[in-house]
């Protein structure tokens, strides 16, 4: 099993829409949890941090869910530029360092 | 401030060649990264640094080598370049070790061995 795994997908998702996805860790001892975006042949950039309690920035909301070990990003009123690649970003999931998932791939469309 | 700077930007090598990718920071981080991310994929970790003069190997290590001579400075090193080394490379950094600080990434490399 990978440490961190997401649904490659794409999720296609009309404009003004809300699009949900998660991702699932395998070490329970994980310790720190981020969304990164990243757009086509970009580098990756810090979207949001995600706290226990969840938390939320303009339309973006992470979730943590510790229990069955997976965070979520959802994104309400979808815009065309919300368009990109949402990367995973777990610390402690491999040892002391950070480990990316895969990724998951979101077009928002008129 | 330029935040992290890579070099160069695109690059095609032949099988067997050499090259060094040069990375450098003016935030005084002490951790640096190399990752590597192929076509739909996440990144993989191939080496980091907490520090000048310390480095180590991350998941994928096999094909380069770098080092730490200065806090500013990570090059990563392709000794006998592989068609299986065309990749986008990106290095990174961040203030301090624990869960907290985010990474600063630089622009990425596209690496193209032919």
């Known amino acids: 099993r990978k440490e961190v795994e997401q649904d490659p997908g794409p999720f296609n998702v009309p404009e003004g829409a809300t699009v949900a996805f998660n991702c699932t860790y395998s070490n329970s001892a994980s310790q720190s949890f981020f969304w990164y975006r990243q757009d086509c042949r970009k580098e990756p950039k810090l979207l949001m941090s995600?706290?226990?309690s969840g938390n939320e920035d303009g339309r973006f909301t992470a979730q943590l869910n510790r229990a069955s070990q997976y965070i979520s990003l959802l994104i309400r009123d979808s815009k065309l530029s919300d368009s990109a690649t949402y990367l995973c970003?777990?610390?402690?999931?491999?040892?002391?360092?950070?480990?990316f998932g895969g990724g998951t791939r979101v077009l928002v469309k008129p | 401030n330029a935040g992290v700077t890579q070099t160069p930007k695109f690059r095609i090598l032949k099988i067997g060649q050499s090259m060094t990718l040069q990375c450098a920071q003016d935030m005084n981080h002490n951790y640096m990264y190399w990752y590597r991310q192929d076509p739909g994929m996440g990144l993989k970790l191939i080496y980091y640094?907490?520090?000048?003069?310390?480095?180590d190997k991350g998941e994928v290590p096999n094909g380069y080598n770098v080092s730490r001579s200065t806090t500013e400075d990570f090059p990563l090193r392709l000794e006998l370049a592989a068609p299986s080394q065309t990749s986008v490379y990106f290095c990174?950094?961040?203030?301090?070790?624990?869960?907290?600080?985010?990474?600063?990434f630089g622009s990425g490399t596209q690496l193209s061995v032919l």
């Open positions: 995600v706290y226990s």
């Open positions: 990174a950094s961040r203030d301090r070790t624990g869960a907290g600080e985010k990474l600063f």
């Open positions: 640094s907490v520090g000048a003069g310390i480095t």
């Open positions: 970003v777990v610390w402690g999931a491999a040892g002391n360092k950070l480990t």
